[in-house]
């Protein structure tokens, strides 16, 4: 068989079919993903010298100034810190949640729940951020509302342009992010495997510990990850709640390339805060299929 | 009982040497058949047997690597399924959800030069001829499981296939409604007249629909007769644990002055012949098949029509109708199912109780020891 | 149980909270966002036809939003059939990538497209925004429309090829009225993604600023305070209309499979 007659056959046979039809779209992903993503990895090695121009030859500053630099490492703890406790609240409050509607709601009213938890994250992330600014503000709306039923004497100051605000307003923007997979994870959960630990002589509330909780730990490993790795780049919210002492790294990295002009260190952080990213989910997906005895990889069904 | 007669005249589907692999996994292996004009068919076997492969390399949905396969004396290499004059029902009888009963019926005559009209006859008396008239105007996901299948049928009879591929159709169905359609699909093909080829994993079933059954193991037709050849005369001990139950005793088989003499253990020596060894007399080690219907238990004052054997009574098995009985002969282990049609007044024997055997040897089949 | 159902209630008048104080002020006639609700006006409203620049905006929104929902919903519809239909090397991998954009921060995406845009000597514009945006959305129409082509038994295009139709009639007959409700819902959520989004927007929308990033503008501006929740409040009113058609038409391609539906998007 000739080269030629290989390619045919290829195309084909189905993996060849397969390959041609997820093509434009993984080209396209190639193209304005994984390319500028490298990009942004070799020019974390350069240095700006003009408004478009670089020195390209390879040097280490970047990394030197990111890791030394108290304002960048500060700026990197509160954005690591701040993730970490939106993902706890939002994971903490999410459980009961999912928990009530695969299990307290009628089966054909299910839909309709996550229906309606979903729907707020479908506005706009701009206007829903916007709107904590105005009910948390110093004459906003919480503020303004206490005063009026006279539950206090002077308005709240600690709630508006700090890190709290910005918890608050992240943990309200990724609560169904939270939901959703710790749902289709009790879901998945076989109803007889309770009943049968009932019947084995297990109360209700070790039923849920020896059982439903393991079993639902791959969801909740899942609605980890999926708010703790978008919220740590969030931008709108410490940009229009945190005020100065809210700021995080995806602040820093705008005004390094849209303000400060140096390109190169925005790339660096950027790359830095991907790295550590990566290896915090990495570390904590090992934990969370060790703790879920290993049953997150081989699914059942 | 009669064998159903074998339709005559040139054959309608034939393959030969057809051959297929998926990688390195031999999936058809030397596949040769003649099926006739209107006749019922089955491919019968384990499940990844290749029956399903070989009926979809008729419909023309799988290459096949080497071979021919030939409807009415044409060639089919190369002719897409939609161009083939052939027909299918698929095991989820794919319903198309979208269409009403109706116009599911009439998808495949979009093309026809028929006018509206007579398209819409056409599609109403095939929903007649399946037992469906005036449900044309249904939706089709409001159909029950034996509706669907009857939709799936009358779909693909209204555009007069020279032969309808049926894959597992009765599968879905539960055990009254399955042999309900056993039932009106052989009514109906013989109303049709049409080719049916079925494939099916129920060995009762293949018995009960077919004019005759290809037996496949392992991409590999290994018999292929009617329905009583196969039971009676199955041509391996594979075969024979396949279809129905067949005990097995150990025997050895010798050569005395032209005749045959079986040695089995538990029934003693008997003479054989050559046709109660479809795969050729096999002298030294053998292995005596037998149906548990070919034996009785013999109730006290009965004499044996022909031997008669002494036992013990391992087991009952009360069926109501039947009852089977594993007994165990004198000096061998492993014991043999009898089934005893139940008589009104006669008592159903105990466990534990010595009997008698009645047995013939000519319902003993002799396979090779090794087979 | 009981208690957990007043949690749930709670939960989701926490969730609701700030979006139906959205009206609330969006028709008060103060022009600060506090209580005490002075009077009923629809004058913000009219403010918002005044903002001619804002009207720019929206027109350019609303093409952005409109071919990235296109283009991604073509895109999905490929990788889609691909990731259901057929088994090919290295498809988790190639998968996971395309769907990468659903948990990559935005700042990444679009940092790095600026770069490498600028790099490229281009200039950033509507087109660079409707880029970015098909990247982003394209995860979510594969999702859906997964699903959809994931609840199409495959012997109904055998059935219909057998039937006598060729591969393209079969995907006209077929195919496409099956997976229409997933590609109309898919279309929509792409096209209200696109339409609020802001980050990519903010990076690479140039001279020409797109709805979002013209509100992000106006939140400056005290005195616009008001008008801003007269837009937010159509904004939203639009997001939660589309959506729901969207849900519509996925139930409806659901229950069109005959599927039980267990609901959500995602």
């Known amino acids: 068989m000739t080269f030629g007659d290989k390619m045919r056959r290829f195309f084909r046979s189905e993996q060849g079919v397969g390959m041609m039809l997820v093509s434009p779209t993984a080209l396209y992903a190639l193209l304005l993903l994984a390319v500028p993503l490298v990009a942004i990895f070799v020019i974390s090695f350069w240095t700006q010298t003009g408004v478009r121009d670089f020195d390209t030859t390879f040097t280490l500053a970047n990394y030197k100034e990111a890791l030394t630099d108290p304002l960048y490492r500060q700026l990197m703890l509160r954005s690591l810190m701040v993730s970490g406790l939106v993902t706890l609240i939002t994971v903490v409050l999410a459980f009961p949640i999912a928990y009530f509607v695969s299990f307290g709601v009628k089966p054909e009213h299910k839909s309709l729940w996550i229906f309606l938890i979903t729907i707020p994250f479908w506005t706009s992330y701009l206007i829903r951020v916007f709107l904590w600014k105005v009910i948390l503000g110093y004459n906003g709306v919480l503020n303004s509302g206490l005063l009026a039923v006279g539950a206090i004497d002077e308005p709240l100051s600690f709630i508006l342009y700090n890190v709290n605000a910005v918890i608050i307003t992240l943990a309200h923007a990724y609560a169904p992010f939270a939901i959703l997979p710790i749902f289709v994870a009790l879901e998945k959960i076989d109803r007889s495997l309770l009943e049968a630990s009932r019947d084995l002589g297990e109360s209700r509330t070790m039923t849920f510990l020896r059982v439903t909780l393991p079993l639902a730990a791959p969801g909740v490993v899942a609605a980890v990850l999926i708010v703790f790795i978008p919220t740590i780049g969030d931008y709108v919210t410490p940009r229009l709640v945190g005020g100065p002492g809210g700021l995080m790294i995806a602040n820093m990295i705008q005004t390094q390339f849209l303000r400060l002009n140096n390109a190169p260190l925005g790339a660096t952080l950027a790359v830095l805060a991907m790295l550590i990213v990566a290896v915090i989910a990495i570390v904590f997906m090992l934990l969370g299929n060790k703790a879920a005895g290993g049953n997150t990889g081989g699914r059942r069904k | 009982m009669t064998i159903k007669k074998k339709p005559s005249g040139p054959a309608l589907i034939t393959l030969q040497k057809v051959e297929k692999h998926y990688g390195d996994y031999h999936a058809l292996r030397d596949i040769n058949l003649e099926i006739g004009q209107g006749e019922f068919f089955s491919l019968l076997g384990p499940s990844g047997c290749g029956k399903t492969t070989l009926l979809r390399t008729i419909a023309g949905f799988e290459d096949y690597d080497s071979g021919y396969v030939m409807i009415s004396s044409k060639d089919m290499r190369g002719v897409p399924a939609n161009k083939r004059p052939t027909n299918m029902v698929f095991q989820s009888y794919a319903i198309f959800p979208h269409l009403t009963v109706l116009q599911n019926v009439a998808f495949g005559l979009r093309k026809s030069a028929m006018s509206k009209a007579e398209k819409t006859k056409a599609a109403e008396d095939a929903l007649e001829m399946v037992g469906l008239k005036g449900y044309g105007h249904r939706a089709a996901h409001a159909l029950s499981g034996g509706q669907r299948q009857r939709v799936a049928l009358a779909r693909a009879l209204v555009l007069k296939p020279k032969v309808l591929l049926l894959d597992e159709p009765l599968s879905a169905l539960d055990r009254k409604m399955r042999e309900q359609m056993q039932v009106e699909l052989i009514k109906l093909q013989r109303e049709v007249g049409i080719t049916f080829i079925l494939v099916t994993h129920d060995q009762e079933e293949a018995l009960v629909m077919s004019d005759r059954i290809a037996v496949m193991f392992e991409g590999e037709i290994v018999q292929c007769d009617d329905p009583e050849v196969l039971y009676r005369k199955p041509k391996s001990k594979r075969v024979a644990d396949f279809i129905g139950v067949m005990n097995f005793l150990p025997a050895t088989v010798r050569e005395e002055g032209g005749k045959y003499i079986a040695s089995v253990a538990g029934l003693g020596e008997t003479e054989i012949t050559g046709e109660q060894c479809p795969a050729g007399v096999p002298l030294g080690e053998a292995t005596v098949g037998f149906r548990p219907e070919t034996l009785t238990l013999l109730y006290e004052g009965q004499t044996a029509t022909h031997r008669e054997a002494p036992a013990t009574i391992e087991e009952v098995v009360y069926y109501g109708d039947m009852t089977y009985y594993d007994v165990k002969f004198e000096g061998v282990d492993k014991p043999v199912r009898i089934s005893m049609r139940n008589i009104f007044g006669r008592d159903v024997l105990d466990v534990g109780a010595p009997a008698r055997v009645s047995w013939s040897p000519g319902a003993l089949v002799v396979f090779g020891a090794g087979e | ?266």
């Open chain 3, 1 to 266: 149980m009981k208690s957990l159902k007043s949690y749930a209630i709670l939960y989701l008048i926490f969730l609701y909270a700030p979006i139906f104080l959205l009206p609330l002020f969006a028709f008060n006639s103060s022009t600060v966002i506090a209580f005490p609700l002075t009077s009923f006006t629809t004058e913000w409203f009219t403010t918002l036809l005044t903002l001619t620049e804002m009207h720019g905006a929206l027109l350019n929104s609303l093409k952005i939003a409109l071919t990235s929902a296109v283009l991604a919903t073509i895109l999905g519809i490929f990788a889609a059939m691909a990731a259901t239909r057929y088994t090919f090397p290295g498809q988790r991998g190639i998968m996971g990538f395309i769907m990468l954009p659903l948990v990559l921060p935005e700042i990444i995406v679009a940092v790095s497209l600026l770069i490498v845009i600028l790099r490229m000597g281009f200039n950033t514009g509507a087109w660079s925004v409707i880029a970015g945006h098909t990247l982003i959305c394209t995860p979510f129409a594969i999702a859906i429309l997964q699903s959809a082509f994931a609840s199409l038994d495959p012997s109904l295009e055998e059935a219909a090829y057998d039937l006598g139709e060729t591969p393209a009639s079969t995907f006209r007959l077929v195919t496409l009225p099956l997976v229409m409700p997933g590609i109309i819902s898919a279309l929509l959520i792409s096209f209200t993604i696109s339409m609020d989004e802001f980050i990519i927007a903010f990076f690479l929308t140039g001279a020409e600023p797109t709805l979002p990033v013209y509100l992000f503008s106006m939140m400056r501006f005290p005195k616009l305070l008001p008008a801003v929740m007269a837009l937010g409040t159509i904004l939203v009113v639009l997001s939660i209309l589309l959506i729901v058609i969207a849900e519509f038409f996925r139930r409806r391609g659901a229950k069109r499979a005959g599927l039980k539906d267990t609901g959500g998007f995602l």
